[in-house]
């Protein structure tokens, strides 16, 4: 791709070209972003952002196809961001995406874009959270993320979408696994897909059951049953993702949520310029001293070398930094 500079993007992208937003995300996942989000920022904050998360192969991009195909009925443009968070677990995911995705691929006012956040300065949500920004700032009404529940990234997902959803599957042992993985406190709207499968209503009964044991102050979420490949359900996944949108703004946690999505962006680019520097500074460690000494040494690199953990007022000012200073 030729390299425009950032005007000639901008302008591209001010002039509502799909080619302008597709080379804005490039732009950003090469590490470019700054400059860009800087100048699109101030046009951000209308869209909707959807979260979807589940385990592998539990039907999500079926399931954001469908929803697009909602959304699209009701005129609505939409983007669909699939973070691949290169697990093990998540292979094919990508390709997974390009075949359950390929209706929408013609319509220009949809707008999908796959992505690995593997590499990527701020991870997961630095790939996925830049590319919400722009096609917030495009213009776009409804933003979806998607990604496999592996690990950290349904906790992240949660903290940039507005709403979440948690898809998961019957007959697969899915409810015992929310459990665990503690994925009930991150759901605003379970979706027991593939509804077709004959221990669908088992499943609806143990995700109640798990419901009725916790206490939920504000918002209780909904359970959907759905059928993504056919489409059944997928009206009363709508109308549960709008009471949910609906709850947030009646209730003023709009504003929480987009507070949460900007400090976790916020942490995470922060995280990945320390984690860089620290990794460069760590190559020139001190091995001569004891472990907490050397920690103090790289620290003061950062104007943190005196911030001892649990030190209280007394003698902390005066005692690191010597530490610091007898040692450098
Ligand atoms: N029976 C049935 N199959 C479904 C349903 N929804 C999706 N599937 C099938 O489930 C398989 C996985 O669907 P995907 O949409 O790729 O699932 P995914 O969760 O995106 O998978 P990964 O991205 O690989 O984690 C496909 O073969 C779908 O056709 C459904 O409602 N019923
Ligand atoms: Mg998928």
Same mark, same amino acid.
């Given at each position: 791709m030729a390299d425009l500079g950032i005007d000639a993007l901008v302008r591209e992208f001010n002039q509502r070209r799909p080619r302008g937003l597709a080379r804005a995300i490039s732009w950003a996942e090469s590490g470019r972003g700054a400059e860009l989000i800087r100048r699109l920022y101030n046009r951000t904050g209308r869209a909707i952002t959807i979260g979807l998360t589940g385990p592998p192969g539990v039907g999500k991009s079926t399931l954001s196809s469908a929803i697009v195909r909602k959304a699209r009925s009701l005129g609505k443009t939409v983007g669909v961001i699939s973070v691949d968070p290169s697990s093990p677990f998540s292979h094919g995911a990508l390709l997974g995406d390009r075949i359950r995705l390929t209706e929408h691929f013609v319509d220009p006012? !949809?707008?999908?874009?796959? *992505?690995?956040?593997?590499g990527h300065l701020g991870g997961l949500a630095g790939?996925?959270?830049?590319?919400?920004?722009? *096609?917030?700032?495009?213009?776009?009404?409804?933003?979806?993320?998607?990604?496999?529940? !592996?690990?950290?990234?349904?906790?992240? #997902?949660?903290? @940039?979408?507005?709403?979440?959803?948690?898809? @998961?599957?019957?007959?697969?042992?899915?409810?015992?696994?929310?459990?665990?993985?503690? #994925?009930?406190? #991150?759901?605003?709207?379970?979706?027991?897909?593939?509804?077709?499968?004959?221990?669908?209503?088992?499943?609806?009964?143990? #995700?109640?059951g798990m419901m009725e044991m916790l206490q939920f102050t504000g918002w209780v979420p909904e359970l959907v049953m759905t059928q993504a490949l056919s489409g059944e359900g997928i009206d009363d996944l709508w109308r549960a993702i709008e009471s949910h949108v609906a709850y947030l703004h009646e209730t003023g946690e709009i504003e929480t949520k987009r507070r949460e999505a900007f400090t976790h962006q916020v942490r995470q680019l922060a995280l990945g310029r320390i984690q860089k520097r620290l990794q460069h500074e760590l190559q020139h460690a001190r091995t001569d001293v004891d472990p907490y000494a050397a920690a103090g040494i790289l620290l003061a690199h950062f104007n943190m070398g005196d911030d001892e953990e649990g030190g209280d007022d007394g003698d902390q000012a005066a005692r690191p930094r010597a530490v610091v200073k007898g040692l450098t």
């Open positions: 006012d !949809v707008f999908i874009r796959s *992505m690995a956040s593997r790939a996925s959270a830049d590319a919400a920004l722009l *096609m917030d700032a495009f213009g776009l009404d409804v933003i979806l993320i998607e990604t496999v529940g !592996v690990g950290q990234s349904e906790i992240e #997902i949660a903290e @940039l979408a507005q709403t979440t959803l948690v898809a @998961l599957q019957p007959g697969s042992g899915d409810s015992i696994q929310v459990l665990k993985a503690g #994925i009930m406190e #991150i759901a605003d709207i379970f979706v027991v897909n593939k509804a077709d499968h004959p221990m669908a209503n088992q499943m609806r009964r143990e #995700i109640r």
